[in-house]
Every structure is written in structure tokens, then in C-alpha cells.
């Protein structure tokens, strides 16, 4: 069988509201909302601007490493195309050097060859001069040696000297 529920003094229905429970709950919760207002919250607002506060530095040392880092590049290119114009600078300037040496050389090897050229039609000019002259004189002295031979007789140093300017003068108007 069954029984019916019937409702009774002593048990509460859900929608029967307690006011000691309801005004203790406030109560507790007012103190703790201020206990924690007072003691925890400054504690996590503190924490919180000190982590804004890192995060506000940490950016902005970045963005000021990253300014520094945009000047260094600026002045490493800048560093970069002055070497750069250095380096064509000096490779251009030992062009010029190594072309003043090489034209310096082949003047001076120029004049050296024009100098020994000299020199050696100098020399050349001398041994034939000498040449011509030891010729002249073994010329004269076979001509007086057979001149001697027919006229068998001896001819003097001076008769020798008439008979070389003569036959050099002959010579001289054959050319």
C-alpha cells in the first residue's frame, strides 16, 4: 500500500528561506569581502601593475634594442660602402703606381739600349777608324816595300810620309 506524502511542520520546503542562514552567510561574506579587500586584493592589484609595469619596460627595451640594432646596421652598411670605396680607391691607385713603374722601366731600358746603342756605334766607329788607319799604314809600307823593290832603292821616313799623303788624297777624291 502506499502511503501519501503529507507535508509536515518539522520538514522545510525548498522555497522556505531561512534568515539566520541567509543573514549569517551575508554576514561572513561581508567580512571576508572586506578582510580581502583590505589585505589580499592591494597584494594582487600590486602584483598585477608590477607585471604590467615589466611588460611596459620589456617592450620598450625592445623597441629600443631594436633601434639600436637598426643604427648599427645603418652604420655597418655605411662602414661597409666606405671600405668598399676605399678598397677601389687603393686598387685603383696601385693600378696607376704599377703603370708609372712599368712606363718608368721601358724608359730607362730605352735609354739604356739608346745609350749602348750609342756607345757600341761609338766603339764600332773608333775600331774602323783604327782599322782604316792600320790599313793605310800597312798599305803604305807594302806600297814603299815594293816601290823600294822597284827602284831598288831604300826610301826615307819623309819620302814615306809624301807618298802616304798622296795616295790618302788619291783615295779620298776615288770616294
Given at each position: 500500500m502506499?502511503?501519501?506524502?503529507?507535508?509536515?511542520?518539522?520538514?522545510?520546503?525548498?522555497v522556505?528561506?531561512?534568515?539566520?542562514?541567509?543573514?549569517?552567510?551575508?554576514?561572513?561574506?561581508?567580512?571576508f569581502?572586506?578582510?580581502?579587500?583590505?589585505?589580499?586584493?592591494?597584494?594582487?592589484?600590486?602584483?598585477l601593475?608590477?607585471?604590467?609595469?615589466k611588460?611596459?619596460d620589456?617592450?620598450e627595451?625592445?623597441?629600443?634594442?631594436?633601434?639600436q640594432?637598426?643604427?648599427?646596421l645603418?652604420?655597418?652598411?655605411q662602414?661597409l660602402?666606405k671600405?668598399?670605396?676605399?678598397?677601389g680607391?687603393?686598387?685603383?691607385?696601385?693600378?696607376?703606381?704599377?703603370?708609372a713603374?712599368?712606363?718608368?722601366?721601358?724608359?730607362?731600358n730605352?735609354?739604356e739600349l739608346s745609350?749602348?746603342?750609342?756607345?757600341a756605334?761609338?766603339?764600332?766607329?773608333?775600331?774602323?777608324k783604327?782599322?782604316i788607319?792600320?790599313?793605310?799604314?800597312?798599305?803604305s809600307?807594302?806600297?814603299?816595300?815594293?816601290?823600294s823593290?822597284?827602284?831598288?832603292?831604300?826610301i826615307?821616313?819623309?819620302?814615306?810620309?809624301?807618298?802616304?799623303?798622296?795616295?790618302?788624297?788619291e783615295?779620298?777624291?776615288?770616294?
Amino acid at each position: 500500500m502506499m502511503i501519501p506524502f503529507i507535508a509536515s511542520d518539522s520538514e522545510a520546503s525548498v522555497v522556505d528561506v531561512q534568515l539566520l542562514t541567509l543573514g549569517t552567510a551575508i554576514v561572513v561574506f561581508a567580512i571576508f569581502f572586506l578582510l580581502a579587500a583590505k589585505f589580499v586584493w592591494p597584494h594582487i592589484l600590486k602584483g598585477l601593475d608590477e607585471r604590467d609595469n615589466k611588460l611596459r619596460d620589456d617592450l620598450e627595451a625592445a623597441e629600443e634594442a631594436r633601434q639600436q640594432a637598426k643604427s648599427a646596421l645603418a652604420e655597418y652598411e655605411q662602414e661597409l660602402t666606405k671600405a668598399r670605396s676605399e678598397a677601389g680607391d687603393l686598387i685603383a691607385k696601385a693600378r696607376q703606381d704599377a703603370k708609372a713603374a712599368a712606363e718608368e722601366l721601358r724608359a730607362n731600358n730605352t735609354r739604356e739600349l739608346s745609350e749602348m746603342k750609342s756607345a757600341a756605334t761609338a766603339d764600332i766607329n773608333a775600331a774602323k777608324k783604327a782599322a782604316i788607319g792600320e790599313l793605310h799604314t800597312e798599305a803604305s809600307n807594302l806600297a814603299v816595300a815594293i816601290a823600294s823593290r822597284i827602284l831598288d832603292r831604300e826610301i826615307s821616313a819623309e819620302d814615306q810620309q809624301a807618298l802616304l799623303s798622296e795616295s790618302l788624297s788619291e783615295l779620298g777624291q776615288s770616294k
